[in-house]
């Protein structure tokens, strides 16, 4: 357990991250793609314009965090896509998918996180009304869910910083008269903050290494965070995160992950808690757990974790 002073530390360290992060997603979204889309603005086909941010979002995160100087170089966008290529090859690396091991690159790995998400959120879609991604980023998790057919009548994206926010709204005007989309703030160190959505029966939760970032969850975090869906006959949630040595018997099924994963998850102040709070939470039914679907054996490999909310 962390001290409060400890976890207040960690977690404004985690804000300026990450407003610093999705802060250069929009300049470099607006400076090179001309975001935000209008009916006037010449854009190539907003589907094209998306899967070139796609392609470079994760180069310029890196650049963000890590090369904030050779990020700020670029006067063009001819220059940009040249470094980010370049990039994306020399960053190639292994992964273990599935129980697979391939080199990819971090686009291809992200493609295949952004189908897996899908093709499990299209196993629970049955009439949605609403599909919300909890500290989602830039939304591009909800964008790719559209394209790839995961219907809901509303797309709600809920994310701590201001930047991502903004960031999710400028790239939202490439699609904004196909789907119903809007973001909130949520912290899930400050649940009560964040709305309530009422009249909604029919929800999807996700989250993809979002709550990896907060070390130690509230007790009542779920019920919290039910609560705020007051109306719903179905509520799922679908996770993927590095939790897997949270697992109960991940410690004797896969001792080396298990360590692996531990490590890591204390070093960088990962989450330590969240299937412990998870499966506490009264009427929460964890339906599936797939531990380690994706591994890039350094620590921190992903799980999927399925529950539903009973009344
Ligand atoms: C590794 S990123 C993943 C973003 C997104 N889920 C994705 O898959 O691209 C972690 C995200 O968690 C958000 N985050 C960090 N601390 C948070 C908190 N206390 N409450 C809500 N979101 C938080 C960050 O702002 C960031 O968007």
Redesign the pocket.
């Given at each position: 357990m962390g001290s409060s002073e400890d976890l207040d530390e960690r977690?404004h360290q985690?804000s300026i991250k990450?407003e610093g992060v999705y802060s250069c997603l929009e300049s470099a979204f607006r400076k090179f793609y001309g975001l935000p889309s209008t009916a006037s603005s010449k854009n190539k086909s907003p589907l094209e314009t998306y899967q070139e941010l796609k392609f470079v979002a994760p180069a310029i995160w890196y650049y963000a965090i890590f090369e904030k100087t050779k990020y700020d170089r670029f006067i063009t966008k001819s220059d940009m896509v040249t470094s980010v290529k370049n990039w994306h090859l020399e960053h190639a690396k292994v992964y273990i998918i599935n129980g697979e091991e391939m080199i990819l690159t971090l686009f291809q790995f992200d493609e295949i996180v952004k189908h897996t998400l899908a093709t499990l959120l299209h196993r629970l879609n049955h009439n949605i009304d609403l599909i919300v991604d909890l500290?989602?980023?830039w939304g591009?998790?909800l964008f790719d869910l559209f394209l790839l057919g995961v219907k809901s009548k509303e797309y709600v994206l809920l994310?701590?910083?201001i930047a991502?926010r903004r960031c999710s709204n400028l790239v939202y005007s490439l699609f904004s008269n196909l789907f119903k989309f809007s973001c909130h703030h949520?912290?899930?160190?400050h649940l009560e903050d964040m709305p309530v959505f009422e009249g909604h029966q029919n929800v999807l939760l996700f989250?993809?290494?979002?709550i990896e970032?907060?070390p130690e969850l509230e007790n009542k975090t779920f019920d919290i965070l039910i609560d705020k869906f007051p109306d719903t006959e179905n509520l799922y949630g679908v996770h993927l995160e590095p939790v897997t040595f949270q697992i109960p018997v991940e410690k004797s099924n896969n001792p080396l992950r298990y360590e692996r994963d531990m490590k890591y998850a204390m070093a960088h102040k990962y989450n330590l808690d969240f299937y412990n709070k998870l499966s506490r939470t009264k009427n929460i039914f964890i339906r599936h757990v797939s531990p380690g679907v994706f591994d890039s054996c350094y620590g921190n490999s992903t799980s999927v974790l399925i529950w539903e909310f009973r009344r």
């Open positions: 977690s985690v990450y500290g989602g980023g591009h998790r994310e701590r910083s991502g949520f912290d899930w160190n989250s993809t290494h979002s970032q907060v």
